[in-house]
């Protein structure tokens, strides 16, 4: 789930700022980005925007720009993402969200499986 902040290239514009992030974190490419709220930081003084998007490709991890290293990638369904992650109570709105922007994207609801790391050609279109 790749995150950033703004930077001069993106010129304020928030979607110009996700796909910077997604392409240099995840190597990846989305369709259309669909808003679907934000998450206020109760000890920053900033908001997390969330945006929903279908993976369009997905090329080899890259290393990351800010550690140095190269992560492992893993596909795991929201559900099994909340396992993973201690988000705390915000967590519930946000699944809901997500699956609310699912069903208007006309994704299908991810089964669970076990969590594995994606194939890169499972991605390319």
Known sequence: MPGGTPEL???????LTLRREIHEEAAADIGE???IG?????????SRLRYAAAL?????????????????????TPE?????FD????????LTALHQARNRLGIPKAVR???TEP???????
């Open 80 to 84: 099994q993402t909340l396992e993973l």
């Open 113 to 115: 499986q076990p969590i």
């Open 119 to 125: 194939a890169l050609d499972t991605f390319a279109l």
């Open 9 to 15: 290239q993106d010129r304020g514009d928030p979607l």
């Open 56 to 76: 369009t490709r997905l090329g080899p991890a890259p290393v990351d720009p800010a550690t140095g290293r190269t992560y492992i990638r893993i596909l795991a």
């Open 33 to 35: 980005p669909l808003f």
């Open 87 to 94: 988000w705390g109570e915000p967590a519930a709105d946000q």
């Open 38 to 46: 934000h998450l206020a930081a109760h000890d920053e003084t900033c």
